[in-house]
C-alpha cells in the first residue's frame, strides 16, 4: 500500500510508505490519502492525524516525475486537480493535520505540509517548489498556500529560483511551524495528543475561523469569529470545559 493508516487513541498516524521512491507522489497515493480521509471522517474519536513519511530521507520528496513525464496538458490539469481536492480536504478536515517532516518535502511534498495545519521539520528537513526547474508550475496548491504562509516575496524566492531552505529557514520564514531537535514522530504525536485533549468542538471552530477568515478585512473575520465564538457556548464542551476549570480538575470533553 502506498499510504497506511494507524490509529494509537484519539490520533491517526498517516504515513506516505513509497519510501524506495522517496515518497513520490502519483495516483495511489492520492487514492491513499484520500482513503485515509476517509477514515477520519468517519471516526469521531479521532481527534488529530499526524502525516509521515516511510523511511528517513524523504517526507515526500515530490510528484512522480515518471508518471507525469508523457501526460497531455489536459490530463495534466486533471491529476492536479485530484491534487488539489485532496489537499482542500486535508485543510478542511475537523481534526488537525500535522506533517512531521525528515528529509526532503519538495514540489508536491512541501505542498502537502502546507496542506496540514501544523508542520514540524527535522534538523535535516529540506522543503522547496523546484518545479520551474522541470520547465512546470506547482500544481497542488503551492503558489497560493506558499503565498499565504510565507509571504509574496518569500513565495516568489522558492517558485522562481527553485532553491530549498533548511528546517531552520523554513521555521523562520513560516513555511514550517516548529524545529524538533530530534524523534519527529514522536514529537508530532505528543503535540496531536495535546490537541486530542483539548475541546473538539472548539478545535473544529478554531480551525474554521482561521481558515475561512484569512483573507477576509478585520471587521468581517472579527464578525466571523464572534459568531463562532457564541456557538460555542451552545455546546456540552464549553459546559464541561468551564465547570472543570472552576472545579480545578481535568476536562472531559465528548465532542458535543
Known amino acids: 500500500m502506498s499510504v497506511t493508516f494507524e490509529k494509537r487513541g484519539a490520533v491517526a498516524v498517516v504515513t506516505v510508505d513509497r519510501p524506495k521512491a522517496l515518497n513520490a507522489i502519483d495516483r495511489s497515493v492520492l487514492e491513499g490519502l484520500s482513503s485515509a480521509l476517509d477514515s477520519v471522517e468517519a471516526d469521531p474519536d479521532v481527534r488529530a492525524v499526524v502525516l509521515v513519511g516511510g523511511g528517513e530521507k524523504a517526507f515526500v520528496a515530490g510528484a512522480d516525475i515518471a508518471s507525469m513525464a508523457e501526460l497531455a496538458a489536459v490530463e495534466a490539469e486533471s491529476f492536479a486537480a485530484f491534487g488539489q481536492a485532496i489537499l482542500n480536504r486535508i485543510a478542511a478536515c475537523r481534526a488537525p493535520w500535522i506533517a512531521g517532516v525528515q528529509g526532503f518535502a519538495l514540489g508536491g511534498g512541501c505542498e502537502l505540509a502546507m496542506a496540514c495545519d501544523l508542520v514540524f521539520a527535522g534538523p535535516k528537513a529540506k522543503f522547496g517548489q523546484p518545479e520551474v526547474k522541470l520547465g512546470v508550475i506547482p500544481g497542488f496548491g503551492g503558489t497560493q498556500r506558499l503565498v499565504r504562509r510565507v509571504g509574496m516575496s518569500c513565495a516568489l524566492d522558492l517558485c522562481l529560483t527553485g532553491r530549498m531552505v533548511g528546517a531552520a529557514e523554513a521555521v523562520q520564514m513560516g513555511l514550517a511551524s516548529r524545529l524538533v531537535a530530534d ?37 468581517s473575520a472579527q464578525a466571523a469569529e464572534r459568531t463562532l465564538f457564541g456557538l460555542c457556548f451552545s455546546t456540552s464542551d464549553q459546559k464541561e470545559g468551564m465547570a472543570a476549570f472552576l472545579g480545578k480538575r481535568a476536562a472531559e470533553f465528548t465532542g458535543k
Not at 187 to 198: P, R, T, V
Open 183 to 219: 524523534d519527529v514522530l514522536g514529537a508530532c504525536i505528543a503535540a496531536a495528543e495535546d490537541i486530542a485533549a483539548m475541546g473538539p468542538v472548539a478545535i473544529r471552530l478554531c480551525k474554521r475561523a482561521i481558515h475561512e477568515n484569512a483573507d477576509s478585512d478585520l471587521a
